[in-house]
């Protein structure tokens, strides 16, 4: 399966049994990027994450234990 990233425009070939390659042709909202594209927002993210006044919001306030 031919994907195109949606950043840089690039090219890829994905194996048609992988599960990414079944989400984008089922689910089309779905996106593909790059590995390469995926790192550097990755290094980004941890950099902005690093300052402290980035607000990342990983878990939500309330745990699974609060509704028990």
Do not use: G, H, I, Q
């Given at each position: 399966m031919r994907v195109k990233c949606v950043l840089c425009d690039a090219i890829?070939?994905?194996d048609e049994?992988?599960?990414l390659s079944k989400k984008?042709?089922?689910r089309p909202i779905h996106?593909?990027?790059c590995s390469s594209c995926y790192d550097r927002i990755a290094i980004k993210t941890e950099?902005?994450?690093a300052t402290g006044?980035?607000?990342f919001y990983r878990d939500?306030?309330?745990s699974a234990?609060?509704?028990l």
């Open positions: 890829n070939n994905l049994e992988l599960p984008l042709r089922n996106t593909y990027m950099e902005r994450v006044k980035f607000r939500s306030p309330k234990e609060d509704y």
